[in-house]
Structure formats: C-alpha cells, structure tokens
C-alpha cells in the first residue's frame, strides 16, 4: 500500500507553506506532483524546487505529472498517471490549495474507480490582494465526460458558486444563456467578502443580460463548513429537477469539492469551470487554517475497474 500525496504547486509560497504541513500531519511514501507552466512559470519552478527537495530529504518518492493548455492531452495523462500508479489499496490525499478545478475534477473522476475515498486538505491564505486577483476570463467550458443529459425541452438553469469576479458571473450567462439562475454567495465577512462578493453586483449582471428579478434567486453558503457547502448545492440541484442544470465553483475552492459531490449523486448536471488567462502574482499572502474532508466514492464506482 502507498501513501500518496497528489498536489499542484503554483507561484504561491502557500504551496510550500502547505506541504510541509501535509508532511506534519501524515508520513506519506509517494508523492505526485503537479506540473503546469502556463502561470507565472519560474515562481511556481521555485516551489516545485522546495517541495521536491523536501521530499528527497524524507525519502518521499516523486513522480511527476506535466499538463499545460491542451485540455484534451491533459485529460490523457492524468487517466495514464491514476491508471497505471494508483492501487485499489492506496491511501490518496489530494492537496486541492493551488489547484485548477478542471484539475481537482478530473483526478476525482478517474480516482473514484480505482479506490473507496480520498482525503481533501485545502489550505486558506492568510490574506488576498486587496486590488486584483484573476482577470481576463476565458470561455467557459463544460469539463470533458461531465457535460451532462441534455433535454430540449427543458429550460436551463445556471447554479453559480460566486466568487469575488462578477465578470465570471457575466461571462457564464451570455455563453449558455439560462433562464433562471441561482447565486451561492458565500456567508461571512472573511477576506473583505461582504464588500468584494456582493450579491447584488452579480444581479445587477443577471438583470443587465435580461433575467427577471424572479428567475434570479440567491442563497447563502459556507464552503469553509465541514462539509464544503454541499448541503446547499445540493438543495438547489433538488429543486430544480426538472431543469438542464449547469454547475460552476468560482468561491472558496472547497466549494469544488462540493459540486463533485453533487455530480456523482446527480450525473445529469454539467460541470462547468471558467479558467482566466491572468493571475496576479500577488494573488495572496501567508498560510491560514487548514481543512480536512474525507470524500467517500459510491462502492459501485471503485468495483467497476
């Protein structure tokens, strides 16, 4: 049995930060490094450098796995990686704290048929930028073999895990034009949200495309709580059963988690991501807390390999 580690370092310095305190709490064997130079390459270089330093010096074996904008060939190598690596008996932690969504998805959708759960740790910044974050989105996208059971008689409701950008919000509606949208905005005033995740920025967008105030509905959510927001996402997915259903994470990364979640209970929904193409390097600061989720695959899932 191996005890792996699968992380995907960027230019944060929390990426190091986090590792050593993955290393704290479990003695891992294997480690799977993400490797990716699409953004602010020779900084996240710098971290891949420590941490695979690090790993040498505790006997840690490393395997890398290189991806880059190449959504399909992505897609390739990590099925190859999690096919021919992971055993049915292996204990897998997914670092999840700089990692793309598209990414965290994919891993998901091919560990689940080799073993039972994975443990999730995500790791808070102690601040973010307090000018910009991420800019310039790109097309969203539906994420491959997550498309969902499209109906044509169905009408299309967006559920969006609002995040600091409306522009996202924006972007989302003029692609898949729904005619109802629900807004998860994340609770509490963590990072100056209040102010920098503001409802009613992202109905005004809704209203602008031309939504009506009744096809716009909102509800609060907590993707820090024990279990990343799922219950939330999930009551929404409920009502709306009789929709087309496209889902997309653009909070608190653990909401990610959550919408996978919901995935698996409900395979008809689409999974959508919206990757931007720039990044502030000064995106955040320092280390915060810590958080843990177990995440359980239907038996069926891992029986079927």
Known sequence: MKNILILY??????????????????????????RNAT??????KKQVEEISKKCT?????????DINSDVANNWRIIEEKIGTFVDKEDKIS????????????????????????????????????????????????LL?????????????????????????????LYKYEPQK?????????????????????HRIVCEDFGLSKDNILSKRIDSYSPDFGFEVVES??????????ILASFGPKPSAIAAYRCYMQH???????????????????????SLNYSLNFPIEDALSN
């Open 144 to 172: 491959f073999k997550h498309s969902g059971i499209y109906d044509l008689s169905k009408r299309t409701t967006l559920i969006l895990v609002t995040g600091f950008d409306e522009d996202r919000t924006k972007y989302m």
């Open 94 to 141: 997914i670092d999840i704290t700089t990692m793309s969504r598209n990414i965290v998805w994919s891993l998901l959708y091919f560990l689940r048929t080799k073993v039972k759960n994975v443990e999730i740790i995500y790791h808070k910044p102690e601040t973010y930028n307090n000018d910009w974050i991420s800019r310039e989105p790109e097309q969203p996208r």
């Open 9 to 34: 370092p960027s230019w944060e310095s929390r990426s190091y930060s986090g590792f050593l305190r993955d290393m704290e709490k479990s003695s891992f064997s294997h480690s799977i490094i993400i």
């Open 236 to 245: 929404v997915i409920k009502e709306e059963n009789l929709s087309n259903v």
């Open 267 to 289: 395979p008809e929904i689409a999974l959508c991501y919206l990757p931007c193409k720039d990044y502030n390097i000064d995106y955040c600061q320092g280390i915060g807390e």
């Open 181 to 201: 949208v629900y807004l998860l905005v994340q609770e509490g005033d963590q990072f100056n949200n209040e102010q920098r995740n503001d409802e009613s920025a």
């Open 57 to 65: 010096e505790n006997s840690i074996d490393i395997s890398y796995l």
């Open 39 to 44: 953004h602010h390459y020779d900084e996240a």
